[in-house]
């Protein structure tokens, strides 16, 4: 699963906007072919560093929809600082990556 992050400092102020490609399934679809549930797939956590320094702690449930788009605004980062993002979802997954701000 991807994750794509931009950034774009103006003035004192940052905005990080991260976009996960993620089923975040709630469980209570039914898969149109079989009739069945589809198992919960969904993000729970997710970081957002920048510098190594906690910015954002997302907490993410079934009420998000496919494929989530997360913004933060930042004040204090400057472009070439160093953004790191993590996320977990409900079945053990991880990801994230690595951007810098421009």
Known sequence: MATKIKARAKGDVTE??????????????????TAKL???HFIQTMNIAVNGKSVADVSMGTGVSKN??????V?????GDK???TWKDNKGETGGGDSAIK
């Not at 004040?75 to 472009?79: L, P, R």
Request: aromatic content about 0%; hydrophobic content about 40%; charged content about 25%.
């Open 68 to 73: 989530p788009l997360v913004g933060v605004q």
């Open 38 to 40: 589809i198992p919960a």
């Open 16 to 33: 990080i906007l991260v976009l996960v490609q993620h089923p975040m399934e709630t469980g209570q679809r039914k898969d149109k072919k």
């Open 83 to 85: 953004i790191k993002v």
């Open 75 to 79: 004040k204090g980062a400057k472009s």
